[in-house]
């Protein structure tokens, strides 16, 4: 740890604890120097400073992420490539990560937990931002089963560059695996083996890739082998529309917080002027507008009643 401790030290961080590894890097604990704030930092793998197209994924994955302002949604503080190093800093949530929570016996109540992650989920969803990676390295849960979740698109990375995939991967969807396309149905597979790791343990998630939900209830047995089909079609469409058909509320209610975004700002520019009763595409006239044409119209007349008024004495 002492030889690593001061490999961010020009951007100001300093590593202080190594958390975990996976083929995404390295997660550590650390310490933003100059403001004295403790950070969740990512060293990512070579792979990724080492090519720019590998880069650009990141970064405009990240980018996207950045912009969500959710109480499920870990924030991004900073991400960068230092030297030949590339990082990306987040706010430290509190708790633990789930991998480290399922290690030590599981959430107290997995239901609670299970419905603020689809939330968090949804919340991105609905600006357009999927996950795609959902596991046990990215999803922090604290003491009163809130959810933070971190580390959104990096899949798509992972996609083109198979080095950074982990194939074993259990939460990895069939489409993934496959390369083919992904959607919100393919964190919906995701979700639904977390839904089983949290009741039941790691391995038993693996068993329900293959068809086998024992100790289930029939109900969520369906709801459950309807989001593991290997079709993405068959599945629900969303994590909120899991959530309704669970009947877990509040995790498929509307979600407008981003920041930054005009293409958002245009967006609800748009719903606005969609509403029943408005005529889309034609902005009302303001009062002030409507007033400036009436003394047009005045000073138009006025002075035709002039020219009138002088032909007529001539």
């Known amino acids: 740890m002492e030889d690593i401790a001061d490999l961010f030290k020009d951007e100001g961080y300093v590593l202080v604890e190594r958390l975990m590894e996976d083929s995404w890097g390295e997660l550590y604990r650390a310490r933003y120097v100059p403001h004295d704030r403790e950070v969740l930092l ?14 650009d994924l990141v970064c405009a994955e990240v980018g996207a992420w950045a912009r969500l302002k959710h109480p499920g949604i870990l924030q991004v503080l900073d991400w960068d490539i230092s030297g030949s190093e590339a990082f ?3 706010e430290m949530p509190p708790g633990l990560s789930l991998g480290a929570l399922m290690e030590a016996g599981g959430p107290a109540d997995p239901e609670a937990v299970f419905s603020n992650l689809l939330a968090s989920v949804e919340a991105a969803r609905q600006w357009g931002v999927l996950h795609l990676g959902l596991g046990l390295h990215n999803i922090w849960v604290d003491d009163d089963a809130a959810v933070r979740v971190g580390e959104f698109g990096l899949w798509y990375a992972g996609r083109d560059f198979t080095e950074l995939t982990d194939r074993d991967d259990v939460f990895l969807a069939p489409e993934q695996l496959e390369g083919e396309r992904a959607s919100a149905a393919t964190d919906v597979y995701a979700l639904a083996l977390l839904f089983v ?36 079609l068959l599945r629900y469409r969303s994590a909120g529309e899991l959530a309704e058909v669970l009947g877990l509320a509040g995790a498929d209610r509307e979600y407008t917080g981003y920041r930054d975004c005009p293409f958002c700002r245009l967006k609800e520019e748009l719903e606005l002027e969609g509403k029943p009763g408005r005529d889309i595409g034609r902005r009302p006239r303001s009062p002030g507008k409507r007033a400036a044409y009436a003394w047009l119209i005045i000073a138009g007349l006025a002075a035709a009643a002039l020219l009138l008024w002088w032909l007529a004495l001539r």
């Open 197 to 232: 790791a949290l009741r039941s343990g790691l391995e038993s998630a693996r068993a329900a890739k293959d068809g086998q939900l024992p100790g289930m209830p029939e109900e969520q047995r369906a709801v459950i082998a309807r989001c593991l089909d290997p079709q993405p």
């Open 88 to 90: 990306l800093a987040t």
């Open 42 to 55: 990512r060293r990512l793998p070579p792979a990724v400073s080492g090519s720019p197209p590998v880069w």
